[in-house]
């Protein structure tokens, strides 16, 4: 009955390969977000959908596409990575933008 | 954008002692969450508080919105308590702020 869920936890991967990391939620909110938190501890938004439309784009690379299928999910592609791509990726929801979030367990990215 | 503010930036208790973590913000804000992200990095909801004060246990919450600032208490600590204690403010707009975080541990 996770709330937030996400995947893969852990991934591992080469410098100019293309991953993606999939984000769930059982909620039933309308807003979604990603996150990003670096190897400091600083917490950065990048995005945020609410019903599957497109309202934050912070200054986040064209590298990275997200793409929501559904209010319920909220999928990150990542192309051509690159080692400072590496931290920890967090997804999360609120009933419209604004309340109280909640996130997912996060997916830690190491990119060699 | 809102700049928040954490104090301190470390914290070393011990177990039993009492605490008090601060957060500042430049401007007004729709939402503030506590959350607090444990040893394994998962960051769970502490207090949903734009205004006012909320208790759950051990734990109070402060905001003085007109002020610009919040306060979380943690009474007796305990080494459970050890982590990241993290501001985040949102605008009307959905954007969210996170600060720095206080670290904090707590020795037996």
């Known amino acids: 009955d996770t709330a937030v869920s996400q995947t893969p936890k852990y991934l591992v991967t080469q410098m100019g390969n293309d991953k993606s990391i999939k984000c769930e939620q059982n909620l039933g909110h309308d807003t979604m977000y990603w996150y990003k938190q670096d190897s400091k501890k600083f917490l950065k938004i990048m995005f945020s959908y609410n019903n599957k439309e497109l309202i934050i784009n912070e200054t986040v690379p064209n590298r990275f596409s997200p793409k929501s299928p559904d209010k319920a999910h909220l999928n990150l592609h990542i192309n051509s990575l690159e080692l400072g791509d590496s931290a920890v990726y967090f997804c999360?929801?609120?009933?419209?933008?604004?309340?109280?979030?909640?996130f997912g367990p996060g997916t830690r990215l190491t990119v060699l | 954008g809102i700049q928040v503010e954490q104090s301190p930036p470390d914290l070393i208790l011990q177990e039993g002692a009492n605490s008090t973590l601060r957060c500042n913000f430049s401007?007004?804000?729709?939402?503030l969450q506590w959350f607090h992200q444990n040893p394994w990095g998962q960051l769970i909801n502490l207090f949903y508080i734009p205004s006012g004060t909320k208790q759950n246990g051990r734990l109070s919450a402060t905001t003085v919105a007109t002020e610009r600032y919040s306060l979380l208490y943690i009474s007796s600590s305990q080494t459970t308590d050890s982590g990241v204690y993290f501001c985040a403010v949102a605008t009307n707009a959905g954007k969210s702020t996170f600060g720095d975080g206080t670290t904090l541990t707590v020795k037996p």
């Open positions: 401007d007004s804000v729709n939402n």
């Open positions: 999360a929801s609120s009933q419209r933008g604004g309340n109280e979030q909640f």
